[in-house]
């Protein structure tokens, strides 16, 4: 039978096409909505590409990928939010908030009057309160709470910051006041709770699963308070948002948004270039000049709170040596990378901090690409014939369009000093998966966040606790950089942390568990009639404000 495209399927093949089965760690396929003719669909919706996979449809769950880039500013509210362009925290559901304690104790007003999404699958009988807060909150935090283990007790982003660990107690005062008592003060614990991986979840919805059996389905079937509500999923192909007509900011512009994860690389450019894609998420440097020249196409570039970087197996001979991780990064032409992948589109990372973080270190320097001086070292060491397994993710992200090819380049350069890599691809979790078992010897891997505190980088990446966590696929603990981000937690004064963070990366410099490569901008491109979209540095934004402006014409 005939392969339908995506957009077949939106010009009216909904009903008709069939549904198939969902593998049981894929979040359930929805049920079929009616048929959506042409014309409504350019009139009320738009579709969005993007290289992507779905394991989850709730971010606290996810340590990465689609649901934190795209999916979860649409489905989901969080507590505070950060405005994209003074990179300043701002009320979201928390109307208002109270420092005391010196940073130990945080007490949130919460907004009234916000409701979560009427669905085909539950109807709420109430508005969000304080009762959503505390549930969500203490899923991840208490290991006797009911939904703690359902769908696995992993929680990646707050492992890694070992959040349990830091909360003492989050209470109810009232319907819409919230306090968090922690162990101790914590000066990023805000920006933490802005981040995507901080959604407020219905309690009345985890009750109403909980009395059926069905519990696993809260992440599958999400119920949040944000400006879409999820329509449809098709494993692998495309996620259907619909408008939530009761959106507490006001009722989103489009009825509808359609996220398109079904074609990768040139084939989402075809797409953008036909109408059959209206945006296309992190399209590739190279095709910047195709993108710039087309009349009916627009561009967005902003700085982004991102990092690529290649991670040394730390707990692996010989790169347990930090001479030998040091002679690869000399190895390594990093100019090359960025003529070849970014094509002026990024730049080179000195740090894992990316330059618009308050604490980066401005002092701090790019590796020297230096081969000669590489090979005396391996000489040195008796280690001129080594073999190395490097292991590459297959999909592009906003820090690396081509990780595939970046990882051909490292092949290249390591050969001239006598080193072989073995690039082995990989994909989504199967990569998280095989990584932790520490067989790999290297990994091409980034880091973003929705985050301007540096402890949302430092601690996710490389912290000890983030080796359990999933998210420090260094494996790299060192008690004295531990200790180093615990002190920059404990004051309020932003000179002190910073001097705190600034000796967390010399230890990092020295150490080298991981070799920054490049800090890129965000890319985006849209069609010409495509309005509202917001591209901040932290991740994508609400579509609520996004439109089709009719009157534009289309460029000849």
Partial sequence: MRRLTLWMLLLGGFANAAISATPPEQPPVTSPRPVVQNADIRQSGFVYCVNGMVNTFNPQKASSGLIIDTLA??????????????????????????????GATYRFHLRKDVPFQTTA?????????????????????????????????????????????AVKSVKKLDDYTVEFRLNKPDASFLWHLATHYAPILSAEYADDLQKKGNEEQIDRQPIGTGPFQLSEYRTGQYVRLARNGEYWKGVPRMAQVVIDMGVGGTGRLSKLLTGE?????????????????????????????????????????????????????????????????????????????PRASWAYDSNATVTEYNPDKARQILKDLGQEKLT????????????????????????????????????????????????????????????????????????????????RSQTNYA??????????????????????????????????????????????????????????????????????????????????
């Fill in 73 to 102: 500013a649409q489905l989901y509210d969080r507590l505070l939010d950060v405005d994209p362009y003074t990179y300043r925290l701002i009320p979201e559901l928390a109307q208002s908030w109270e420092v005391l304690d010196d």
């Fill in 121 to 165: 699958w539950f109807t709420p009988t109430r508005k969000m309160n304080a009762d959503d807060v505390v549930f969500s909150t203490q899923r991840i935090i208490d290991p006797q709470n009911h939904y703690h283990s359902v769908n696995g007790d992993d929680y990646p982003y707050f492992d890694s910051l070992q959040f349990a660990h």
């Fill in 277 to 353: 894609c209206d945006v296309l998420a992190y399209p590739a440097a190279s095709q910047l000049s195709i993108l710039r020249d087309d009349p009916r196409l627009r561009l967005t570039l902003r700085p982004g709170m991102n990092v690529a970087y290649l991670a040394f197996n730390t707990n692996k001979a010989p790169l347990n040596d930090p001479r030998i991780r040091q002679a690869i990064a000399l190895s390594i032409n990093n100019q090359r990378l960025m003529q070849s992948i970014y094509y002026g589109t990024a730049e080179t990372a000195a740090s894992i901090l």
């Fill in 388 to 467: 190395l397994r490097l292991w590459v993710p297959t999909v592009s992200q906003s820090y690396n369009p081509s990780p595939l090819k970046t990882a051909e380049l490292i092949q290249a350069d390591l050969a001239q000093v006598g080193i072989k890599v073995i690039i082995v691809p990989v994909e989504g979790r199967f990569q998280e998966a095989r990584l932790m078992e520490m067989n790999h010897d290297l990994t091409l891997a980034g880091w973003a966040t929705d985050s301007n505190d540096p402890d949302s980088f430092f601690r996710p990446m490389l912290s000890c606790a983030a080796i």
């Fill in 475 to 556: 494996h790299w603990c060192d008690p004295d950089f531990d200790q180093l981000l615990r002190q920059g937690l404990l004051s309020q004064q932003l000179s002190q942390r910073i001097e705190y963070y600034q000796q967390a990366q010399h230890i990092l410099e020295e150490q080298l568990p991981v070799l920054p490569l490049a800090s890129s901008l965000r890319l985006q491109a849209y069609r010409y009639d495509i309005k509202g979209l917001v591209l901040s540095p932290f991740g994508n934004s609400s579509f609520a404000g996004v439109f089709r402006d009719t009157e534009t014409k289309e460029a000849p």
